[in-house]
C-alpha cells in the first residue's frame, strides 16, 4: 500500500507536469481558440448602419397616400413598387442584370436599344431592384449613406471611364409618399464605336418598410435626348404595393 501510494503520487505528479508542459506550449493543439464570427451583414448594412434617428423612420409605419396615378403601370411585386409604363420604342425588360460591384438584381421594368456598337448594344433604360440595406428584420435605413453607395457604383460600374459628373438633384425627399433619395445627374464620356457621348440618368432608393430598399434606376443617353421627360414623368409616378 505504502509503494502504491508513493507510484500514484509520482503518477500525479508526472500527469501535471505534462499538462502544464502541453498547454503552455506555443504547439498546444486545443489553444487556439475559434475566431469570432465574421460581419455576415449584407455590403450596404455594413457600410450604412441604421441611424439612431432616422428620417425614414416614422413613415415606414405611417406612410402618406398619395393619390392614385392612372394609366398602365410597371408593378414589381418583389420590390415592392410600381411605377409608369410607356409605349413603344420601350419594350419590356425579361432579363436578370446584377449589375456593378454591388452585383444590383435588376429583373423588372422596360428598355429599349439605342444603338448596337463594337462593345454590344446600348440601352435607355427604366429598371427596378432590391437590395439588402438594413441588418436582419430591421427597416430603418440610412436613405442618403445607401443612396449615394449605390449612385457611386452606378456612376463607377455601369459607365465608361473616365466620365464627368453633372449633378442635377441629390438628396432625401418623399415618392409616392414614401421616404426616398434620388440622385439625377448628366454623365459625359467616350467609348471606342460608341455614338453616345452622355447619359441623362437617375437612382432612386425608396424605403419601403422592408429590409431591402426599392431601387429605381433610370436612364436616357444623349442620342435620345427627346425622352429625357421619362427620368421626372417616371419618379413621381413611383406608388408602394
Given at each position: ?114 444603338e448596337t456598337y463594337s462593345g454590344g448594344e446600348y ?71 460608341l455614338t453616345a457621348t452622355s447619359e441623362l440618368s ?40
Open positions: 500500500m505504502i509503494f502504491g501510494g508513493v507510484a500514484g503520487v509520482i503518477l500525479a505528479g508526472g500527469l501535471i507536469v505534462l499538462l502544464v508542459l502541453l498547454f503552455g506550449s506555443e504547439d498546444n493543439p486545443f489553444g487556439d481558440r475559434a475566431s469570432g464570427p465574421t460581419d455576415v451583414r449584407p455590403p450596404l448594412a455594413q457600410a450604412c448602419p441604421a441611424p439612431s434617428a432616422s428620417p425614414s423612420g416614422p413613415a415606414t409605419s405611417a406612410p402618406a397616400s398619395p393619390p392614385a396615378d392612372t394609366g398602365a403601370r410597371t408593378v414589381d411585386e418583389e420590390v415592392g413598387i410600381s411605377y409608369r409604363r410607356y409605349g413603344a420604342p420601350w419594350i419590356t425588360w425579361n432579363e436578370v442584370w446584377r449589375a456593378g460591384t454591388l452585383r444590383v438584381p435588376y429583373r423588372v421594368g422596360q428598355h429599349f436599344v439605342t440601352h435607355a433604360s427604366i429598371l427596378s431592384a432590391a437590395v439588402p440595406a438594413a441588418d436582419n428584420d430591421a427597416v430603418s435605413l440610412d436613405l442618403e449613406c445607401v443612396g449615394r453607395q449605390i449612385t457611386a457604383d452606378v456612376r463607377a460600374n455601369y459607365y465608361p471611364q473616365p466620365n464627368t459628373l453633372e449633378p442635377i438633384r441629390d438628396g432625401v425627399t418623399t415618392l409616392g409618399g414614401r421616404p426616398a433619395y434620388v440622385s439625377e445627374f448628366r454623365l459625359r464620356f467616350t467609348a471606342d464605336g437617375a437612382v432612386a432608393v425608396i424605403d419601403v418598410g422592408r429590409p431591402a430598399a426599392a431601387v429605381l434606376y433610370v436612364s436616357i443617353p444623349g442620342t435620345h435626348r427627346q425622352f429625357d421627360y421619362v427620368i421626372e414623368d417616371v419618379l413621381k409616378s413611383v406608388r408602394a404595393l
